[in-house]
């Protein structure tokens, strides 16, 4: 059960500016634990923002992405009072989707 | 539910439903699905990263910027922002050279977003870290050294 | 951390003090200038929000034995009065009749209002991997609602003036296998470990400046770490026995690096290294 993403999404001239923390361990998969076992890889593979149902962003992401992972990004069509929706999937399946208002 | 769906499924047996779980990413066989590159995010060099993603030798472009600093004062979390000029740009992809895997993230930009992002990735060491751009079916890219240190008494 | 990088991080930390300060080169400075575009680089989207949004959370959720919130827990402004809160601690309680921060604080309501044990309330005050950390949290979120507040912290109280010059003099005490005090790395002009300037916490700029940034998102911790915790981390750096969480002698240690950053505008929680 992860913790709800925290997205921010304003107007920044006539593009949607939108800033997105993920709460995920990020695992690589290349730690050891204190007894010396290595911790298995646990981390977002995919992510897809959209805006209307058309997508605006996707990314394939590894474990080399930073712990709780902080996304920006931009663009074009969006305006006060639409919604952004953001999902994530891990290499565990797990998936997580948040939305944000557009202010 | 008609008649001709019900024989549909019992014809084809368990082989659509298979097929059905597998598109849904149902099966988690050590991350191997459809939407995720595994091989490229096993390869450990630029021109291996860049085959995986099927692509030929990248050619160097002045119209990539890459803005970070210049230190990091902890390589758990370094924060890049890419920016990509070229025209019908449609992905940005950041590599960190001397990682174990040097295919950090691949971030992929449909008409109308901006071919701008910003993250933040692990680097393991000082490294080159590689903006990887496609653009009208070509790959371009841009390097930069960022030095890795470790504060204080690596608390 | 090992212990033998921290034993030889703890040797070469103890030659470089004092002498590093006539090596400063141009070299240097444009080093610090460049690890000051990093932190700069990091400030916006702080993954202490998410701490934030969880502390809320939990401040708001019923727990314990007795089914309980914490909205009528009392910070020191009064009975869920979270605004401000941080900027007055550690202040003196009367109905525990002694000294608390803000850790001990939270630890006390758990107990009164929700009927945790003080064993289950203590437990697990530093986050790790796979373990989450309710009090962080909960002070992620507490303290953000002191960003923006001048630090107030009275000394009025007996015991209040009490537990800052027991703080003074756990401050000065040196001791510990390599006969450090806090005053060894903090208590002088243009120190430094590795890249790390050391703030020299007797002087009112630098302690208003360090104060006010905790609790912080430690990105090699990947944890938000509160004052508890940098304090129970300086006290193992240096080799001294483990400082209990919320003892006597963590709250006082705070409260008077706390009263020395008065005026300093709190500004937590921040992101760091």
């Not at chain 1, 993920?22 to 992510?47: C, L, Y």
């Amino acid at each position: 059960m992860s913790d709800p993403m925290k997205i921010r999404a304003t107007m920044a001239g006539d593009k949607v500016e939108v800033k997105v923390l993920m709460s995920h361990e990020m695992e690589t998969g290349q730690r050891k634990d204190s007894k010396g076992a290595t911790v298995p890889a646990w981390f977002i593979q995919n992510v897809t923002a959209t805006h209307n149902g058309k997508t605006v962003l996707s990314a394939e992401w590894g474990p080399a992405v930073s712990k709780n992972p902080f996304l920006s990004f931009r663009f074009a069509g969006g305006k006060p009072g639409d919604k952004v929706i953001i999902t994530w999937t891990d290499n565990k399946g797990d998936k997580r989707t948040d939305e944000a208002t557009i202010s | 539910m008609n008649k001709g769906r019900r024989d549909v499924l019992k014809g084809a047996g368990g082989t659509a439903v298979l097929g059905l779980a597998l598109a849904a990413g149902l099966f988690r066989s050590g991350g191997a699905r459809a939407d995720w590159n595994k091989a490229a995010f096993e390869t450990k060099s630029l021109s291996d990263a860049v085959k995986a993603m099927g692509g030929g030798a990248p050619v160097e472009s002045k119209d990539i910027v890459i803005t970070s600093p210049d230190i990091a004062e902890n390589g758990a979390v370094v924060p890049f922002t890419i920016a990509s000029k070229l025209p019908k740009t449609a992905s940005i992809a950041i590599l960190v050279e001397k990682n174990p895997n040097i295919l950090a993230a691949d971030f992929q930009f449909p008409d109308g977003t901006e071919p701008w992002v910003n993250t933040r990735v692990k680097m393991g060491q000082t490294s080159n870290v590689i903006a990887l751009v496609k653009a009208d079916g070509k790959f371009y890219y841009a390097s930069k050294e960022v030095k890795v240190t470790l504060g204080g008494c690596g608390g | 951390m090992n212990r033998l990088a921290g034993a030889i991080c703890t040797i070469f930390a103890a030659a470089s003090i004092g002498t590093w300060a006539q090596f400063e080169t141009s070299t240097s400075r444009t080093t610090v200038q460049e690890i000051e575009r990093y932190r700069e680089a990091l400030a916006d989207g702080n993954p202490a929000e998410l701490w934030e949004a969880r502390g809320e959370a939990l401040w708001k959720e019923k727990r314990g034995p007795k089914g309980a919130t914490l909205e009528q827990c009392d910070l020191g402004r009064g009975p869920g009065v979270v605004k401000g809160a941080y900027a007055q601690l550690p202040k003196y309680f009367a109905d525990t009749n002694k000294v608390e921060d803000l850790e001990s604080r939270l630890v006390t309501c758990m107990v009164t209002l929700q009927g945790f044990t003080p064993e289950q309330a203590k437990k697990d005050p530093f986050g790790g991997p796979g373990k989450k950390s309710n009090i962080e949290a909960l002070v992620a979120y507490v303290t953000a609602a002191s960003r923006g507040a001048p630090m107030n912290v009275s000394i009025t109280h007996p015991r209040e003036e009490e537990a800052y010059e027991i703080g003074k003099r756990i401050f000065f005490h040196r001791g510990g296998p390599h006969d450090f005090s806090c005053a060894s790395c903090h208590g002088l002009d243009n120190q430094r470990i590795r890249l790390q300037d050391l703030p020299n916490l007797t002087r009112t700029a630098d302690a208003q400046r360090a104060y006010t940034s905790w609790p912080a998102y430690r990105v090699s911790q990947g944890e938000v770490r509160s004052f508890q915790w940098r304090l129970y981390d300086c006290f193992r750096q240096q080799r001294f026995p483990e400082l209990e969480f919320t003892s006597d002698a963590s709250v006082a240690l705070t409260m008077f690096l706390a009263k020395n950053a008065n005026g300093g505008v709190f500004n937590a929680p921040s992101i760091k290294r």
